[in-house]
């Protein structure tokens, strides 16, 4: 891809220079690891990266964390495991518990979040493959309890997460000895989950162009296709799996890589921040998109489809 600041606004490489801060840390804490006999802190700062930057990028009404959802309306309440990344109505929602910790930054702090406060999930993962796939889908299925049902509207004793809850996964890399690993989307396409699914990012590919980022998304077809797949694999600019028939819908999935697709990452699953990132930027998207996503009464693959322009169930 050519320089992206070469083609687009004086804004645009404000995407890049958060996006390059996240795989900085993420590299310096590998380095770190790779030192170490067991390897997890990498993972960890990688996910304290993802964090910082929705802290510093998200209006002041969100607030971002690590932790726990708890559900106070089930018969017995109900406290998931620990998620990578809770966005959620900070200006609203009651912190149920906050981790004594101060060595540790706001957002890098254990808290309980109430589910209806609950706006976006975000699972991280160092690299994609279809191991990670499966353990970030495994993660999210854990939510199971808090999807499996949608509230009243004025329900007083809420038990679910809001239908407009938006569950997403997110990977620093994807490194070439991956390259061929359909089966990683293949797990994405045959994903149902009872909230609607953003996708996956993947903030770089070993041998693409450093602005590229990678989009995996799931669309439904028509009629059923064949797989495409290039001789570069993964890390071509699309790959698609072939359809597979899940109820009334031939769904595949689909990966693609371009250099403006961190801004579109951004904009879409995250609100735009118009005095932050500038009045300049393409009309496209400029739009608070997250913002819609959260106000939209509709069910979740309904608001998606329309913003992306791709159906999603």
Not at 151 to 165: C, E, I, K, N, V
Not at 268 to 293: H, K, N, V, W, Y
């Amino acid at each position: 891809m050519p320089e992206t600041e070469k083609q687009y606004s004086a804004a645009w490489p404000q995407f890049l220079v958060a996006k390059k801060g996240m795989l900085d840390a993420y590299d310096r804490a590998r380095t770190h690891a790779s030192e170490q006999a067991v390897q997890t802190h990498h993972g960890d700062v990688g996910e304290a990266a993802v964090r910082h930057w929705l802290e510093a990028f998200l209006p002041k009404r969100y607030g971002v964390a690590t932790g726990q959802i708890r559900a106070q309306g089930l018969p017995k309440p109900h406290q998931s495991k620990n998620f990578d990344v809770i966005i959620y109505e900070q200006l609203e929602a009651p912190i149920l518990w906050i981790e004594d910790n101060e060595a540790k930054s706001e957002s890098g702090r254990v808290k309980i979040i109430p589910a209806e406060f609950v706006r976006a999930i975000v699972e991280v993962k160092s690299s994609f493959s279809r191991a990670t796939v499966r353990e970030a889908i495994a993660k999210l299925e854990e939510l199971e309890p808090l999807t499996s049902g949608i509230d009243p509207t004025g329900y007083p004793y809420p038990r679910f997460l809001p239908s407009s809850a938006i569950l997403a996964m997110l990977f620093f890399e994807l490194r070439s000895e991956n390259y061929n690993d359909l089966e990683a989307l293949n797990l994405i396409r045959d994903n149902q989950f009872q909230r609607g699914f953003y996708g996956a990012a993947i903030l770089r590919g070993e041998g693409n162009h450093p602005d590229d980022t990678g989009l995996v998304g799931k669309f439904n077809s028509d009629l059923p296709h064949a797989e495409i797949f290039p001789p570069h694999g993964l890390l071509h600019g699309m790959v698609m799996t072939a359809t597979a028939k899940l109820g009334a819908h031939n769904v595949g999935a689909m990966l693609r890589w371009a250099d403006v697709y961190f801004s579109e990452l951004s904009l879409t699953c995250l609100p735009s921040s118009m005095g932050l990132i500038g009045q300049d930027l393409d009309q496209a998207f400029t739009a608070s998109r997250f913002e819609a996503l959260c106000s939209d009464a509709r069910p979740a693959g309904d608001r998606l489809r329309d913003l992306q322009g791709t159906e999603i169930r």
